[in-house]
């Protein structure tokens, strides 16, 4: 059974810094990308980052380069985002999702969904 649980969620003040953890089970990341992406209030989901299966190459939304970094750790079958420097309008649920592979910005690409971790930045 495929199964994704975010984790790291919280609230914090504005240039902060919070981890993101996506924990996958039920399949493996050798062969599956993972994006992650958040919905502001009243707004669309959006994709924030993603990381390719095979050869890790990164994808990042222009708001975030430079202060957000994914990773992975395929031992522990888990994907990290680390932010930094956050802003308010970073304020939101955070989901990781999974495909098959390469990385998408089409959301509806992505076959199963985590059930999200709400980052609020706020002072």
């Known amino acids: 059974q495929v199964q994704l649980v975010e984790s790291g969620g919280g609230l914090v003040q504005p240039g902060g810094s919070l981890r993101l953890s996506c924990a996958a089970s039920g399949f493996t990341l050798d062969y599956h990308a993972i994006g992650w992406f958040r919905q502001a209030p009243g707004k669309e989901r959006e994709g924030v980052s993603c990381?390719?299966?095979?050869?890790?190459?990164?994808y990042y939304t222009d708001s975030v380069k430079g202060r957000f970094t994914i990773s992975r750790d395929n031992a522990k079958n888990t994907v990290y985002l680390q932010m930094n420097s956050l802003k308010p309008e970073d304020t939101g649920p955070y989901y990781c999702a999974t495909r098959l592979s390469y990385c998408s910005g089409r959301k509806d690409d992505y076959n199963y969904w985590g059930q999200g971790t709400q980052v609020t930045v706020s002072s």
């Open positions: 990381i390719d299966s095979r050869d890790g190459t990164r």
